[in-house]
């Protein structure tokens, strides 16, 4: 086992840690350890919401969550030698749920898949499902199966949901300027176009006094993937995969956190995958003047080889037509909500109620394509079910589907 | 082999054909055939250009093609007993290129791949590149090289571009009125942002005197996809694949065309494809009442079990951020074209002109994926390229790339 | 399409065309055709019976079949510059059945398997099969389906049984040396422990008069797999793989024959693969004195990349202790007949006869694998199935197996 | 975590834990804990030769090991409700080598692979390869490297070499006549024809005093897989595997052991897998009947979903010829060994010892399959070896193959 470089303590709060992390980006956090290229080390991590959603069967923990609380990284970790330009070259070794006996926190044997409010986040869907859901979903190896989604089982494909090296001063300033326009374009909405910083809650790593206040005023959310990497929620960086980052700053300062047991293409429900603390196990190494050499200014990698193998997928297009008829023009972001949508309802004819549908579309390995997207005014998006992953066979055939009562996911009191 | 319910003279135009296609979707162009549920036949099909585009080294022809001819489909065939409700099962049991001797037509040993100039068609990327650009690619058994873009080789995934059913006549006028409505936006926009109905070109098999008239001026063109199937460009309709489409006329009345020798996720350079003449071998059958029974509204499949196995991807991230710098509000299609000029950027470092990396991008079997839809205000969308079809290592290393001059794509004279 | 180099008119018997090819191996068989590195090319081929087995519901034709007639190959094809010592590189770019309307001789829309008489070839398991029985199989694409063994269907892993070089006179004469050692240690066995030379019915394309007589004389049968590929059996030399062959005489002299559209790993009923004629096309090249360079004396490949894709199977396992109870050392051919035994046993159980299961385990896409070869004294064999073949679900479950009555495959008269 | 059913204290040997093993096979043998079908449970595993192999750079510990030791079995465990008759279904949850910081003991971060010396154990190339040789391998992740064969990475596809149920005395009974009728047809013999029962270094659970002493006298070697399962050395069993064991006794007395990091097919070396203790979660249920109604004696399997994967093999054949070129009949084993030495003779052209390559496939996932079974008088072995794990490319190319000094592996003194 690799030497951990940051310890966490899952029955604490993530700011009663020994060494603080941090959940906002900004160049002078300070790093947490320093290692050498081509050394591999472990990194423990709360999950993101740290512990306030619990294993049970309400989801008033989803509905009444607080996003000025988020992410809960772990790092920085400064790498001897990166230097701005450089290419961080970091391997995914390995990564797993909580190793202890089953309990309160996810990650330990457990975790959740949620729907947030629309008046609390929102999600992709968000017009369809204003309300606040929730699945818990029990690990069993690489398995997941839930209780709230009765009928599934499926191979997780364990993945970082976030991970990313520290902007510049310079960069974070960009950042803060182009998501400051777009929300000035329509301050008052609900969900926001963006989040801006806020001090509220902001955990800066060992920063005080005057240096924290400061930063905490400037330091950009976590919410976005950006040019650092950060929250990209890709699938497919799971176990053995490279990662090549951009530095920004000396030293590099990667972060992780968001583990995620699994999670379909595009986090759907925004709090998508499901969600657990855990550990990962990274190695590092720099290529220097990477950055121009390659011409990479967002990261770049390569999947590892151990993605849960399906082979047969149902699949369900979407077009860039609102539901109420409207065309738009080659807008894949529509096309892939309606595709999800047709996927939905699909599954409604065999007994989920639509909540359940949409989580489980959040939550298993399922392929979000881009299938055509040149073809005008219609951008035709695809969204792949692996069908192996449920006890009935969900295809179409001669008859009508079989519906059965499935229940129903944690919802919220009102 | 099954019966031959289209055939094609591929040494004469679309229009010189003994029976007649059609290029245009409406509810009243004639069957060409009638089959029965449980039946395998084979249609023939003329490429999309109708041989417009030569395997030469000049894209002149790519610059000055019309749009008003495409695509060229075959059928319609009925299906006895299908009626509007009904699912349309359909099976893509074998498709190929001409099997005859190389000869002047895509299909016959060779197809293209173009990328529109943007006064006559444009295509995901235009902006980049505004010029007229063709590769062409000589096919070996399943594999495809070209001598415009040295150094790959890959194994195609053949599929129709182009598959579908009529449209009612209900179904049609919406069609028409949201896309009128859109293009009523901008009427001006080049390119356009829709392509409405014109008699121009148009074909409607055996459609004459008034009839033709009348259909011609309402009948939809097929650049788009639609709730019937269409142009959907899904690259994983390969063999072996299984379709269900709504049937909205009695009949069904099932149309083919526009067949690719392989293509890559988004078809991003509009013709994007390799484009070829060929043969498809379909088996239909039909599932009563399946639209409201699975809750299909469009097309819904089944991909088969045989496109090729790569199990190397480089991977390019893409955020919905503006080349300038601003910031848009989830937007997966501007990812996914972030994401696709990262990997052409990339590429470019090994050797390739811009050119030949976008063409290869719209050619080679590589993946696009929704990967993030939900971290506001940034998509992030991924484009995986299997690094196995290079002769050379494109992995970033400890060193810097090794360039090497890889010519040039063919170009037009102006 | 690339030219063809050996043409056949499938209409004719192996002998009567108008260039003849051979069924046996010997350094003095004329080319048919000289063909440079770098160069692609068609041969044609007669399936390997000659059109003995027909499309019907008797094993008669099996029965009766005569081994002398075997294999009908297409070749020799020379390459210009090989040597003694050189590696032929010969990749194989595509092949498939006869291209024409179905018709009387296997490729043509179908083909066959058969379990061979213990009197008459015999089998894997000729003990517990001592009578001829046949399937015949229906081409749909690349999938295949038999009306003599129901509720399969799959994908063929199209291949041809037989590509090999031929031998130097020195070679020949260790085979004949080493193979007729044997036969002299039990004559009269039935079935024989190998197929000596004879004259009977041997074709040696343009060799006639006494080089004809001599030549026949010492030629070797095709039957087994040797230094030279030859009969090798191998279902993964499929679409796109690349074999470096051994060169034993001046310009390697390359022949093929005994086309497959699917076979399971050991071609286990003799005839156990899906035997069709039909067409490959192959490109090749030449690696001087690679040989010894690479220390090759037997063929290597690089499988391609289009194999059949499934993600389910049910495994056997295999002992080599005999069906009596004795105990035999590390004995993998019984362990992998014992696996085979027990797969059939539990197909039974589902309805099919054991003729039905040996038939279908011989032309699927199964997998055979050494598991155990070191654990004394038993070898664990292992045969995997593809549960996603059957229109039923195949595994164990809570309950007994359903069993469906499934009919017979074709037998013989007595 | 499931709940631990079997500790193991990984700083103390196996006769000194708490609760002990067994080391046999014997139907008394009392199990050390009972559950009920549908029950989850984790057992810890020591590795098999006890801590005996160390991480160092000599093989003198291979070389003078003690079979008598071996294998060191946790369990049995009794599940409730199980009769002889009945079929144990067993889920492979999840595995992995011991959780703990780096030591002495294979499975903490490195496990080893070894070849046993011709004078004690032997291997299936014993007569290549008459010494003792070891590999350590380090654990990164699922990933295994070695300083003792430089050059290659994998992803290791972990299983547990051994898990059987316990056999009835009748079966005991049978197991012990055949095994000894075959030594007794060479007694003498080097290595030996099989190992019969011993009471020299026996573990035989709680069992003591008399009844200890007549099992031990009767108790079976665990080294052989047989109809209980036991030691199949099955590389396919891995996460997420469901395995069917035939029930012979009241319980069904299931034990499981000798934890592989990874293994190729045939475990060739015989400690021819990555060797480890560890920990495997199991999930256990019971279908009555099960023996006859699916016509199951020997275990019947599903492999998981999470092997790795790789998609570029290059492949060896061989034929049963022996290497002084006498001709064997259809002898598949010979042909795998030819297979696997003509795939170490050409790996030692880049380099490697043959005792390096010899180790590499023992322990890598490589692919060893049945091709050929029926050609007279010739099997048809097949090993495949992906490339994709070496850091050059292994396969033959225009020129010679470089090679490179690739150092030795861990060798004995004498």
Same sequence: chains 1, 2, 3, 4.
């Avoid at 530095?247 to 995958?273: M, N, R, W």
Wanted: glycine share 12%.
């Amino acid at each position: 086992m690799p030497e951990v470089k940051f310890r966490v303590d899952q029955s604490r709060l993530f700011a009663e840690q020994e060494v603080l992390g941090h959940n906002r980006w900004h160049p002078d956090v300070p790093p947490v350890a320093t290692v050498r290229p081509g050394e591999e080390f472990r990194l423990e991590c709360r999950e993101w919401f740290d512990g306030a959603i619990r294993n049970d069967d309400s989801a008033d923990d989803v509905r009444d969550c607080d996003f000025t609380q988020v992410h809960k990284l772990s790092g920085p970790i400064a790498v001897e030698g990166a230097e701005p330009g450089d290419l961080l070259m970091v391997d995914i070794v390995d990564l797993g749920p909580v190793p202890q006996e089953k309990g309160p926190v996810a990650g330990q044997g457990w975790g959740y898949t949620g729907i947030f409010a629309r008046e609390n986040g929102g999600g992709f869907l968000t017009d369809h499902f204003p309300g606040a859901y929730k699945a818990v979903w029990d690990f069993r190896g690489q398995t997941a199966t839930s209780r709230h989604i009765p009928g599934v089982s499926f191979v997780g494909i364990a993945h970082p949901g976030l991970m990313g090296t520290a902007p510049s001063a310079e960069l974070l300033a960009r950042w803060n300027k182009r998501e400051g326009d777009l929300i000035a374009t329509n301050p008052s909405r609900v969900p926001p176009l963006a989040l801006p910083p806020t001090a509220e809650n902001a955990v800066l790593g060992s920063l005080s006094g005057a240096e924290f206040e400061r930063a905490a005023q400037e330091a950009a959310r976590t919410a976005p993937p950006r040019e650092n990497g950060g929250n990209q929620d890709i699938k497919n960086l799971s176990r053995g995969s490279r990662v090549f980052y951009p530095v920004f700053v000396p030293g590099a300062k990667l972060s992780v956190g968001d583990l995620h047991f699994s999670q379909g293409d595009g986090e759907i429900t925004f709090c998508g995958a499901i969600e657990m603390g855990g550990y990962i196990d990274l190695h590092v190494d720099v290529i220097k003047g990477g950055m121009e050499a390659y011409g990479v200014e967002t990261p770049v990698f390569i999947p590892g080889r151990v993605e849960p193998r399906y082979s047969e997928y149902l699949a369900f297009a979407g077009l860039s037509v609102t539901e109420s008829g409207e065309q738009r023009y080659l807008d894949s972001h529509l096309a892939y909500q309606r595709a999800c949508l047709n996927a939905i309802n699909y599954l409604t004819k065999f007994g989920y109620t639509p909540e359940q549908a949409y989580l489980f579309l959040g939550a298993a390995p399922i392929e979000g394509r881009f299938s055509g997207v040149v073809d005008i005014p219609n951008s035709c998006a695809t969204v792949y079910i692996p069908t192996e992953v449920f006890d009935f066979d969900p295809r179409p055939s001669a008859g009508p589907p079989k519906r059965v009562d499935r229940g129903q996911c944690a919802v919220s009191s009102r």
